[in-house]
């Protein structure tokens, strides 16, 4: 099981949001999504990485990819984003049962939900306009064919994930994982962060969740 420390980081005062994004890269942890847990069926790999920190009212987080075929089609909130080149993060708090889901594409367009499973679940319809996204698009060519680097900023308020106004996120362990997939892209692929022992492809699956101690 993988496991990341969390910094204190307070970059609500920074302004512009591209700003915030520099130092976060600078000052935050970050970890690379690199786990190809279904490399015979789904063997596509990219460059991508996640870079973390938090201020106690709010997670910030920073995705980061290179080199992909992009598909950018769906464009509203609770779409679904997972079909496009999408980032996710799921978490679960500490002692909890349920979990919660936060996935987003290159777009910025979010699906979050609060999930006792898969197919149970309930949509965060409340609390997702509170959600700050961000994203940075970049399209190059190598030869023929047009690649994209792109870049997808977060900073999902405590609330969204499951705590109360008076419990600040310092001293918190949260179970979670990091995902990258595209599952109607030209190469659909599925990486993780905290490896995943299944048979087939699911990111629903707390128990291979890695841990996130916060600062």
């Known amino acids: 099981m993988r496991s990341l420390q969390i910094p204190l980081l307070d970059l609500s005062a920074i302004e512009p949001v591209t700003s915030r994004i520099k130092e976060l890269l600078r000052s935050g942890v970050g970890a690379p999504i690199d786990q190809l847990n279904w490399p015979e069926a789904f063997p596509k790999s990219l460059p991508v990485t996640v870079s973390a920190a938090h201020d106690g009212e ?92 792109w870049q997808l900023y977060l900073e999902i308020p405590k609330a969204a994930m499951g705590f109360a106004p008076d419990e600040p996120l310092s001293g918190q362990l949260v179970r979670a994982n990091f995902y990258k997939c595209g599952d109607e892209t030209v ?29």
Not at 77 to 99: A, K, L, N
Request: glycine letters at 4%; aromatic letters at 14%; charged letters at 25%.
């Open 58 to 149: 709010r997670l910030f987080l920073c995705y980061g990819v290179k080199g992909e075929q992009i598909r950018a089609v769906n464009t509203r909130d609770f779409d679904p984003v997972w079909q496009d080149s999408c980032v996710e993060f799921f978490m679960q708090r500490e002692g909890e049962d349920t979990y919660r889901n936060f996935e987003c594409n290159a777009l910025g367009a979010l699906l979050a939900a609060h999930r006792e499973s898969r197919a149970l679940f309930r949509h965060l319809t409340d609390e997702v306009s509170s959600i700050f996204r961000y994203s940075m698009i970049h399209h190059r060519y190598e030869g023929d064919r047009q690649l994209t680097d």
């Open 187 to 215: 190469e659909p692929h599925y990486i993780s962060w905290s490896p995943i022992d299944l048979p087939t492809p699911d990111f629903h699956a707390p128990r291979f969740f890695g841990l996130l101690e916060l600062e």
